[in-house]
Each structure stands twice: as structure tokens, then as C-alpha cells.
Nanobody
Framework: QVQLVESGGGLVQAGGSLRLSCSTS????????LGWHRQAPGKQRDLVAR???????YYEDSVEGRFTVSTDNAKNMVYLQMNDLKPEDTGVYYC????????????WGQGTQVTVSS
């Protein structure tokens, strides 16, 4: 199990920006993939952005061009820069780490609330 701690959530007006941070207890180099997932009220938790150990990234269509996922391997941190925020971006954002090659095991952080007002 990887210990993950998110921070950086808050209340922001539409069009504003936030940067979420997630610290990991395991070296980033040993993590197969790191993802940011969003859970809106009453909805399931969905992947919005992910970065793999090779540096390849994935973005959900609605955040493409507005969100950027990145890592700082020296600090064992993963970030989600969110620009031009919209009310529909509101939700609890969770950091997730997949460790292992054959049968990756996923660990979750506790989540951080992002609220975008119109």
C-alpha cells in the first residue's frame, strides 16, 4: 500500500485556477501510474487525468487543454494544475497510485474538495 495525501483544494470562481498536490510514500519511479479521479455529488468516481512511469499522459475529454498532470520525482509528488475551471469540475478529487506490473495494486488518497462557483 502506498500512502497518498492530497492538498490544494478549495473554493474558486469559474474561470479560476487551482493546483492540487499529492505526496506519495513510495518513490515515484516505483509507481506504474498516478491518476487524479473526480467524484461529483451523487456520481461515480471517474478518472480525469493520469501519468505513467514513462511520462505518458491521459486526460478525460472535458478537461483536455485545461488540466495538466505532472510529477516531481525528487519530491515524490504528483500535481494537477487546473485552469479555466468550470462549475462542472466541482467534486472531491482523489489521487491514486498503481503499483506492480502483472497485477497492479491501487492505493487511494483521502481526497480534497474542489468547488467551482458560477
Amino acid at each position: 500500500q502506498v500512502q497518498l495525501v492530497e492538498s490544494g483544494g478549495g473554493l474558486v470562481q469559474a474561470g479560476g485556477s487551482l493546483r492540487l498536490s499529492c505526496s506519495t510514500s513510495l518513490s515515484i519511479s516505483r509507481i506504474r501510474a498516478l491518476g487524479w479521479h473526480r467524484q461529483a455529488p451523487g456520481k461515480q468516481r471517474d478518472l480525469v487525468a493520469r501519468i505513467t512511469s514513462t511520462g505518458s499522459t491521459y486526460y478525460e475529454d472535458s478537461v483536455e487543454g485545461r488540466f495538466t498532470v505532472s510529477t516531481d520525482n525528487a519530491k515524490n509528488m504528483v500535481y494537477l494544475q487546473m485552469n479555466d475551471l468550470k462549475p462542472e469540475d466541482t467534486g472531491v478529487y482523489y489521487c491514486a497510485a498503481d503499483v506492480g506490473l502483472i497485477r497492479p495494486e491501487r492505493s487511494w488518497g483521502q481526497g480534497t474538495q474542489v468547488t467551482v462557483s458560477s
